[in-house]
């Protein structure tokens, strides 16, 4: 009866709506496959590394049973994923003797055939065969994306999900309302660098750092490269002599541009605009929820004047609390904004003035 219920599901046409059957429902999910999964579900494996952060921002960190480690400032707002294993190493085969609800994976980075071959369910999370070629189709895919871990995750999460697009259509309509009025040839080159340890790692054509770069009104030079996960060569950034260098959150902030001889005649170096960008819940830079705020950031890098009346720290603090329903201090802010883990209780005492547990008072 269920079969027959599904077939008919599947028929509906109704997209992104989940199809409730029982203690399941069908998802349309970011390959456009439909997919039977629990209508709550409590064992979730991600092998697609942005997963875990869409989860647990939507609330749903307890289901997550596998994923790869998380940043400090993750373990610190959602302690709920210390009890999450690590999914290195784990086989299909283990996989399968979990119990576990369904696997989430990206194509490109992950191969889905293992899995599939080995009887688990899997979840398609992004696609970057589709990636989105305007700023209107990017706009619409993102959400998209929210909106399906929301359709996922179940009627909290969907809720929590509605609430950030509408943040997000909101935030990124007041930084287009300044930027879009900024003719092409007065936008700053900006050129983006710094994955998987090299400043030649970048992201190409349609990638998510194209298109937060073109809201806060930069010419975001790495288009140029038609991937999504893009390699530079550095005779075309040398060639590119961009205005500007971001670095990725994941980038070793120790690894001194200036220092190296190869890009130390850059304009972007010689004048010290290179700048390491943030490193949150999850990296700014990587499809992360933050991308919102990174917008923010950028457009007050970019353009300090027309930005001068966004305070960053509390455009970071009003995001945290209205759309996670996390507080963050001052103090956070700043260090996330530094790419920086937060402060131990011990740092913290200390730099509060206070006595340390466990420490006796200097006598006098």
Known sequence: MLGILLTVLFGAGIGNIPLYAGDHKIITDMCDKKVEVPVEPKRIVCMHCVSPEKIMTLGGGNSILLMAQQSPWAYRLYPEIKKAQSNKGVTPEQLRDMNVDFVLYTPGMTKESPYSKAGLKTVCTFNADTRPGSLDEYRQNFKRQISFFGALLGPDAKARADQYNRYF????????????????????????????????GSQGNGSVMHWNTEVAGGNYLPAALDDNHATATLQQVLLWDPDIILLSGYFDPSDDLKKNPDWASLKAVKSGKVYHLPRGIYTWDHASGEGVLLMIHLAKIFYPEQFQDWDMIQEMKAFYSEVYGKAVTDQDAERILNCLPPLSKEEAAVKAGEAVPGTAPEQG
Do not use: A, C, F, M
């Open 169 to 200: 259509d909101r935030k990124v309509q007041q930084i287009l309302s300044i930027t879009s009025k900024i003719e092409k040839k007065n936008r700053p080159r900006v050129y983006y660098g710094g994955l998987h340890g090299s400043p030649l």
